[in-house]
């Protein structure tokens, strides 16, 4: 077969593989590739469909579960305002559910109760639950459980 179809037959997988990012039609137009590169070296066309079938194989049982496996590994560290999820803060302003002002590692930040019916005094150490644009959803560290 001309190595021109296999490069076709790769890009066809390629696009395939755009659609459905299942991981398989990429790897699938890698071993089309490989039998394309077999092809142009002037070999015929059973050491093109022994290359295409090795190439297959090795990609589909082997590169594809470590893939999938690295994929669905949570990141190990969290940046931006993810990292700040979960910290302690102390309050230098008065925290009630509109407005009040702490300091997270070293920042302030505006803040506001995850309880709208708390006031939280300064000096008083929160948890940051979450962040919300700019600021900092916390609740009181010694109503936590």
């Known amino acids: 077969m001309p190595w021109f179809v296999w490069l076709l037959a790769a890009g066809v997988l390629g696009v395939a593989e755009f659609f459905t990012l299942t991981l398989v039609f990429g790897l699938l137009a890698g071993a089309a590739l490989v039998a394309a590169v077999v092809s142009g070296v002037g070999i015929g066309l059973i050491g093109q469909l022994l290359a295409l079938g090795g190439a297959a194989a090795a990609g589909l049982l082997v590169v594809r579960p470590i893939a999938l496996r690295q994929i669905e590994q949570a990141p190990l560290t969290?940046?931006?305002?993810?990292?700040?999820?979960?910290?302690?803060?102390?309050?230098?302003?008065?925290?009630?559910?509109?407005?009040?002002?702490?300091?997270?590692?070293?920042?302030?930040?505006?803040?506001?109760?995850?309880?709208?019916?708390?006031?939280?005094?300064?000096?008083?150490?929160?948890?940051?639950?979450e962040i919300d644009g700019a600021t900092a959803v916390v609740y009181p560290r010694e109503l936590l459980p």
């Open 78 to 129: 969290r940046d931006g305002t993810d990292a700040l999820v979960g910290r302690r803060a102390e309050v230098l302003k008065e925290v009630t559910a509109t407005r009040g002002l702490i300091k997270i590692s070293g920042e302030e930040w505006s803040a506001r109760t995850l309880d709208e019916s708390q006031v939280i005094p300064v000096g008083a150490f929160v948890d940051v639950m």
